[in-house]
Nanobody
Framework: QVHLVESGGALVQPGGSLTLSCAAS????????MAWYRQVPGKQRDLIAA???????NYKDSVMGRFTISRDDAKNTVYLQMNNLKPGDTAVYYC?????????????WGPGTQVAVSL
């Protein structure tokens, strides 16, 4: 079981940028994919970006072209670069592992990191 800790959340103005980090307690090399999710109070946690061990990426339509997911396997870390942030991006952001192409995230979530986009 890999433990994950997210960081980098902050309060930013619309149009601003942030980079979130997800530090893993162990190697990510054997994991099929890593993903970022976000959740606002009262709503389900949504998958917004994923990256496979081979570097293939996928994005939710609402963040396509603004967010970039990347990974540094040497540092056991996954990143989410977020540009042109909008108030609708306000949420708690989580990362998680995906063990195979047909599975969902693992049951073990980190604490998340809060992103708030506001004037």
């Amino acid at each position: 079981q890999v433990h994950l800790v997210e960081s980098g959340g902050a309060l930013v103005q619309p149009g601003g940028s942030l980079t979130l980090s997800c530090a893993a307690s162990g190697s990510l090399l054997s994991i099929y994919a890593m993903a970022w999710y976000r959740q606002v109070p009262g709503k389900q946690r949504d998958l917004i970006a994923a990256i496979t061990s081979g570097g293939t990426t996928n994005y939710k339509d609402s963040v396509m072209g603004r967010f970039t997911i990347s990974r540094d396997d040497a540092k056991n870390t996954v990143y989410l670069q977020m540009n042109n942030l909008k108030p609708g991006d306000t949420a708690v952001y989580y990362c998680n592992t995906i063990s195979n192409p047909t599975s969902g995230p693992s049951a073990h979530w980190g604490p998340g990191t809060q992103v708030a986009v506001s004037l």
